[in-house]
């Protein structure tokens, strides 16, 4: 299957600065989203792009399509300490269903 | 709105014995779908299911394991004999329809976490 990776891997920011990280695809996606997951939950969407260049804000997040389809960054701004937990990007299996392929994670601590 | 519901939370097993997890989903969707997520790995997709048809096993192990999705009642996950491979936390999500779309948002259950001793 597809191979996701996501960057960094995990982070240890202070509350207050600001957070980026990124996911990049071997393979064209036509969709990008990104999921936040609480220990022992399940994900949540956080935004979803459908459009190559699109730029879209949810709150302190904003998150890019990378205009070659590959790539897509996500940002948080003025990380407070329940911004912890592990963002996962994930684009589409196919583009008739909402199976998705998920990215390997990027762990977040926020230090109060 | 009672969201995704998925039981057990927790369930353990001996080696050899059945697992069946199940899920209910979002009230008014018709499209399941199951996910598998290792310990400090993404989750990985495995089942596509609607009401009484699978449309997409192809990341389900082709052994053991199984699942449907009757017309009345939860979806149900089956695995059969299990190994201490198949510890994990398994994740059921559901949407209105199908494609991907700002109509079609898919909402995750809280997840079943397998232990097989």
């Known amino acids: 299957g597809q191979q996701l990776n996501q960057s960094p891997q995990s982070m240890f920011i202070q509350e207050g600065e600001d957070v980026s990280m990124n996911c990049t695809s071997s393979?064209?996606?036509?969709?990008w989203l990104w999921y936040k997951q609480d220990p022992g939950e399940g994900p949540v969407l956080l935004i979803a792009?459908?459009?190559?260049?699109e730029l879209t804000s949810n709150g302190r997040l904003t998150a890019q399509f990378g205009i070659t389809r590959k790539d897509s960054f996500l940002n948080i701004s003025a990380s407070i300490p329940s911004d912890v937990g592990i963002y996962f990007c994930?684009?589409?299996?196919?583009?008739?269903?909402?199976?998705?392929?998920f990215g390997t994670g990027t762990s977040l601590t926020v230090i109060p | 709105n009672a969201g995704v519901m998925q039981n057990p939370r927790h369930l353990v097993r001996r080696r050899g014995q059945e697992a069946r997890l199940r899920c209910s989903p979002v009230k008014g969707h018709s499209h399941v779908y199951w996910y598998r997520q290792l310990p400090e790995e993404g989750l990985k997709f495995m089942v596509y299911l609607q009401k009484e048809n699978i449309i997409d096993e192809s990341g389900m192990p082709k052994e053991r394991f199984s699942a449907e999705f009757p017309k009345e009642g939860p979806s149900i996950l089956r695995i059969q004999q299990v190994v201490r491979g198949d510890s994990a936390a398994y994740f059921c999500?559901?949407?209105?329809?199908?494609?991907?779309?700002?109509?079609?948002?898919?909402?995750f259950g809280p997840g079943t976490r397998l232990t097989v001793l």
């Open positions: 393979s064209i996606f036509n969709t």
């Open positions: 999500a559901s949407s209105r329809r199908t494609g991907v779309s700002s109509y079609n948002e898919q909402f």
């Open positions: 792009l459908y459009k190559a260049g």
């Open positions: 994930a684009g589409p299996i196919s583009n008739t269903g909402n199976q998705f392929y």
